[in-house]
């Protein structure tokens, strides 16, 4: 079963900062990983996958095999980059108890 | 299309009471899941759906919790004799398969407040 974990629960960037939040993994076949996100008021979506290899609203996510890592990163963090983001295996199988805590961001004007 | 419902959006109830949370998923989507969002407890999973097989309860944290899925659509989350903890946003996702690659599609969640 994958297992996520994402240390830190509160980060607070200045705008135009960048911003990382951390996500580290446990598996013993190929990862499969995306992050959602929660703005203020809406409902948690997708906000990407690692299998795609896309960049959505500024934010890339690599994976890394050797640090076991799936770090979410944006180079200058915006006002609406607020909210809470998890990092995810795919919830099937084992993996249905793998989401974890969260971060939630907080870009400062 | 219309994406995953829940019913009702806010829910306050009093200490002992039963409660009933709905879920309408996304037409066509064969799994769907209960979590549990509190702060800073982050979402915990509660239970798993997926087609005619027999639901996954691993993360039910008690026997007061329950849910039953009918006719492989609608699901409804049953709380009995509620307590404070029991205080938190449920939410409720869909998605389309077992695939890996699909995403959950989730609910805008029913806030349970118990006093």
């Known amino acids: 079963a994958q297992r996520v974990t994402q240390p830190e629960k509160l980060l607070s960037v200045f705008k135009g900062a960048p911003v990382e939040l951390k996500c580290n993994y446990s598996?013993?076949?190929?990862?499969?990983l995306f992050w959602y996100v929660q703005y203020s008021r809406q409902r948690l979506q997708l906000l990407l996958r690692?299998?795609s290899r896309e960049s959505i609203k500024g934010f890339t996510a690599d994976l890394n095999k050797g640090e076991t890592s799936f770090h979410l990163k944006k180079p200058f963090a915006q006002e609406e980059d607020s909210a809470m983001y998890y990092c995810?295996?795919?919830?099937?199988?084992?993996?249905?108890?793998?989401f974890g805590k969260g971060n939630q961001v907080v870009v400062i004007p | 299309g219309a994406g995953v419902s829940q019913s009702p959006s806010n829910k306050v109830t009093e200490k002992g009471k039963d409660v009933e949370l709905r879920c309408d998923p996304i037409?066509?989507?064969?799994?769907l899941y209960w979590y549990r969002q509190s702060l800073g407890q982050g979402l915990e999973f509660l239970i798993y759906?997926?087609?005619?097989?027999?639901?996954?309860k691993s993360g039910l944290p008690s026997d007061r919790f329950s849910a039953e899925r009918t006719g492989g659509s609608v699901s409804t989350l049953t709380i009995q004799r509620t307590q404070q903890e029991d205080s938190a946003v449920y939410l409720c996702?869909?998605?389309?398969?077992?695939?890996?690659?699909?995403?959950?599609?989730f609910g805008p969640g029913t806030r349970l407040t118990v006093l």
């Open positions: 996702a869909s998605s389309p398969s077992m695939s890996s690659y699909n995403e959950q599609f």
């Open positions: 598996y013993s076949g190929s990862p499969e």
């Open positions: 690692h299998i």
């Open positions: 995810a295996p795919p919830a099937y199988g084992n993996n249905r108890l793998a």
């Open positions: 037409s066509g989507h064969t799994a």
């Open positions: 759906f997926q087609g005619n097989s027999a639901p996954d």
